[in-house]
């Protein structure tokens, strides 16, 4: 068990601090109010939770290895609560086509990308 703990945190850390780095140069080239960090993350990482999934499919993987990179690395990547956060905030503060299409884009977008690199991953 403890070893699968370890692989979780080891990725969730990697995980967060490629996000933090992401947001941090989005940031920087990106003013305005629409989250180009968090969609950006977010559908990044269900492209390759698509397309690792598939590869996967096809080897074998160890749980830890799966673990790892699933839950901790792709998980911690991604963000459902700031996708939340951006989403109330730009309909709080009247931005309603902006929060329309941040969370469109976000989920058919993201789900649209998992399916896609899974079957990319069938080309491998």
């Not at 960090?37 to 999934?53: E, F, K, M, P, R």
């Amino acid at each position: 068990m403890m070893d699968k703990l370890l692989a979780v945190a080891f990725g969730g850390s990697m995980g967060a601090v490629a996000r933090f780095l992401i947001y941090h140069l989005m940031e920087r080239a990106h003013e305005g109010r629409f989250p180009w960090a968090s969609l950006t993350v977010n559908l990044a990482g269900s492209l390759l939770i698509g397309l690792l999934w598939g590869i996967f499919d096809k080897f074998y993987i160890p749980s830890g290895v799966r673990l790892f990179i699933f839950i901790g690395l792709l998980g911690s990547f991604t963000t459902y609560s700031t996708f939340s956060f951006d989403v109330f905030s730009l309909w709080k503060e009247g931005e309603f086509r902006t929060a329309l299409v941040y969370l469109l884009g976000t989920n058919i977008g993201g789900i649209g990308l998992a399916f896609a690199g899974y079957y990319l991953s069938r080309l491998v």
